[in-house]
């Protein structure tokens, strides 16, 4: 007869019950092809959630709005009634995770793909990451949908696009720190009125706010906002600041009206 040490039962079961974990089949669930599923615990906002073994969830390809903005809320309530107290499955792309120490994943609960779902509803935007854009594509192709459909946060854009912005320079040639006025911003209006623009903001990713003053687009009219200092013009403002604003590998000019809600956007 073979005896066995108490040790090496010990460690037998120990090793066993990390197999099993593994496998999804203790501390969370799995599909029927044995992909594990974690448990949502809680919710951070629209796109971050903590999952009950603890890891913090950052949704990869969209953004949502921060706390203090609009529709902050409504976002965040979107996401807590899909996947609060639900299982959920976690697909990685390029990177696992952020510098911030959370893990990036695209997240479905059963055939549900959550990003998606939140940029379809109009809680939030496309925004690609690299090199984590797989499914950039599908991303993109949701949130024109929405925006058609004027749901969510592009339920407050003015009528019928009023003013987009159509174009940002953000390398220009040699070191941008010594050519501040090779970075711009344009905007146009679409529309056959004038455009009080007071009170308007134009921002990046950031952080950095450009506020207009005492400026009205003409009808049809189209304004450059430059990086550095300058006189302004009818066509033509400056920033003043000193340093550059635009990122040169990717960055998103957000167009902000008086209350503070979004009427323009351009990515790169």
Not at 58 to 82: F, K, Q, V
Not at 140 to 154: D, F, P, Q, T, Y
Not at 186 to 203: C, K, P, R
Request: glycine residues 10%.
């Amino acid at each position: 007869m073979i005896k066995f040490h108490k040790s090496d039962i010990k460690n037998t079961i120990v090793c066993l019950f990390a197999v099993l974990l593994l496998m999804g089949i203790i501390g969370c669930g799995g599909d029927k092809n044995g992909t594990p599923k974690f448990k949502v615990e809680r919710i951070i906002d629209g796109d971050t959630i903590v999952l009950q073994d603890g890891r913090t969830v950052r949704y990869i390809g969209i953004d949502t709005p921060e706390r203090g903005d609009p529709y902050y809320s409504e976002a965040t309530e979107a996401n807590r009634n899909l996947v609060e107290g639900e299982k959920v499955k976690l697909v990685l792309d390029v990177e696992e995770k952020d510098r911030y120490g959370r893990t990036l994943a695209y997240v479905y609960v059963d055939d549900t793909f959550v990003n998606v779902e939140l940029v379809r509803m109009g809680y939030a935007r496309a925004y690609p990451y690299p090199p984590n854009i797989k499914h950039k594509d599908v991303f993109s192709k949701a949130e024109n949908e929405a925006r058609r459909e004027g749901v969510g946060i592009w339920s407050s854009r003015l009528k019928g696009h009023e003013i987009d912005i159509t174009e940002v320079s953000f390398d220009p040639e040699g070191d941008d720190r010594n050519n501040l006025n090779g970075e711009w911003v344009v905007i146009i209006g679409n529309t056959n009125d004038s455009i009080n623009m007071n009170g308007f903001t134009l921002s990046d990713d950031s952080g950095h706010v450009y506020s207009f003053e005492n400026f009205t687009l003409p009808a049809r009219g189209t304004v450059k906002i430059f990086t550095g200092a300058g006189d302004n013009t009818t066509t033509s403002l400056y920033w003043g600041s000193n340093m550059p604003i635009w990122n040169n590998d990717s960055d998103t000019a957000f167009l902000r009206n008086p209350e503070g809600l979004l009427i323009a956007e351009y990515s790169y």
